[in-house]
């Protein structure tokens, strides 16, 4: 099944504890992205990449890493979290940077930092 | 700034109603506008996506107009049915620079009551 698959999908942690979301693909898409989504704030998009070891940042960076060492898995690192990165988190991929590629959403993590 | 709003925030209609979901967005530059369906704990689902040179597409009882002259897109869901009940995004990809990505409205929440 073509898919977009994050993990963990829950995750309650500290302040200043480091942690990876991961975000993989099965199918061979070039695009990937991240958005984080906040009640009264919809979605935001914080870091994309075009292709393998191509990123760049969105309109929310502050605060987080990404890097795309391959294809198919895009991992996105909170290096010292705060309470203020306490949302969901989305991966999405689509097939190429094509303008009118649709976009693909996993099913979300919920991050909760303390 | 790039912005995209929609209106109702929420709406509930009976079974059966055909309904229109709004979206605007203030800036004529885009690439595309894609509507997403999101349910309760799930990602979202890509639903329709016109490029800036088409007028409307459909897909079995839904049927998404874009005006880009105007900045606006219609969501037209025909025969609504319970199962159709979940939050609606309409997300703009502009053209005029800018970090490449979507940005999204906030979302109309919609119950079909049975």
């Known amino acids: 099944e073509a898919q977009v698959t994050q993990n963990p999908r829950y995750l309650i942690t500290v302040t200043g504890k480091k942690l990876t979301v991961t975000c993989s693909q099965n199918m061979n898409h070039e695009y990937m992205s991240w958005y984080r989504q906040d009640p009264g704030l919809g979605l935001r998009q914080i870091y994309y990449s075009m292709n393998v070891e191509v990123t760049d940042k969105g309109d929310v960076p502050e605060g987080y890493k990404v890097s795309r060492k391959e294809k198919r898995n895009f991992p996105l690192i909170l290096e010292s979290p705060s309470p203020n990165q306490t949302s969901l988190y989305f991966c999405?991929?689509?097939?190429?940077?094509?303008?009118?590629?649709?976009?693909?959403f996993g099913d979300g993590t919920r991050l909760s930092i303390l | 700034k790039q912005e995209v709003t929609q209106i109702p925030a929420a709406l509930s209609v009976p079974e059966g109603e055909n309904l229109v979901l709004n979206c605007s967005f203030t800036?004529?530059?885009?690439?595309?506008l894609q509507w997403f369906r999101q349910d309760p704990g799930k990602g979202l689902t890509s639903l329709l996506l016109i490029q800036s040179s088409q007028r409307e597409q459909t897909s079995g009882r839904l049927n998404a107009s874009l005006d880009k002259s105007s900045g606006r897109s219609t969501l037209y869901i025909a025969a609504s049915q319970p199962g159709d009940s979940a939050t609606y995004l309409c997300a703009v990809r502009w053209s005029g620079g800018g970090a490449d990505g979507l940005t999204f409205g906030k979302g109309t929440h919609l119950i079909i009551q049975p």
């Open positions: 800036d004529s530059a885009i690439y595309n």
């Open positions: 999405a991929s689509s097939l190429s940077a094509g303008v009118n590629q649709p976009q693909h």
